[in-house]
């Protein structure tokens, strides 16, 4: 016999037996199964078709179906013409109908898109609002914010009677119902 071919057949006690050395050291948990359980290599797969696709979100059909629908022209009869608007143009001047009615709702909603768009609500309203303030509503309104006093900066300090203080007196003070002190 080889002296070559001994050295092959004898196990090389250097070197551990990996299984159970990985076995000791081995610790299960998340993410790591127990290793009679674990896939083996060149076995067949246990899951031969793979993972299953992640379904598609319906988010950009909706956003794309939204914006046609917003976009559809409608024919509409203005004074005696026919004019073909967008249906978004038409809610929002139904919004401006339902505002100038009084519908809170409509107001909150109107209030919000202006301010999302950098809408300013008053442009070329000004002049009209100082028209309609004569210098008599100025001066009762210079009037009411004169009377407006700023709230203090700090709460004002409550003065106690000496005989609430502490340290001050040593008997015990008590007070009855007509206000008299008694000791």
Do not use: W
């Amino acid at each position: 016999m080889n002296i070559e071919a001994q050295d092959e057949k004898l196990p090389d006690p250097t070197v551990a037996d990996p299984e159970s050395s990985s076995e000791s050291e081995y610790k299960v948990g998340p993410g790591r199964p127990p290793l009679k359980t674990r896939f083996k290599k060149g076995c067949p797969s246990p899951n031969p078709k793979g993972r299953g696709r992640k379904d598609a979100t319906i988010a950009p059909d909706l956003k794309k179906a939204l914006e046609d629908a917003l976009n559809k022209k409608v024919k509409v009869r203005k004074g005696e013409a026919d004019v073909l608007l967008s249906k978004a143009i038409l809610g929002i001047e139904q919004l401006v109908n339902q505002f100038a009615k009084g519908d809170r709702h409509a107001r909150r909603d109107l209030m919000d898109m202006a301010k999302q768009l950098g809408v300013d609500l008053l442009a070329g309203q000004k002049g009209k609002i100082q028209e309609v303030l004569q210098p008599s509503h100025q001066a009762i309104l210079d009037a009411y914010g004169a009377r407006q006093q700023p709230p203090p900066a700090f709460p004002p300090t409550v003065d106690a009677p000496n005989e609430l203080r502490d340290g001050l007196i040593d008997r015990k003070v008590t007070r009855t119902i007509d206000g008299k002190i008694s000791c």
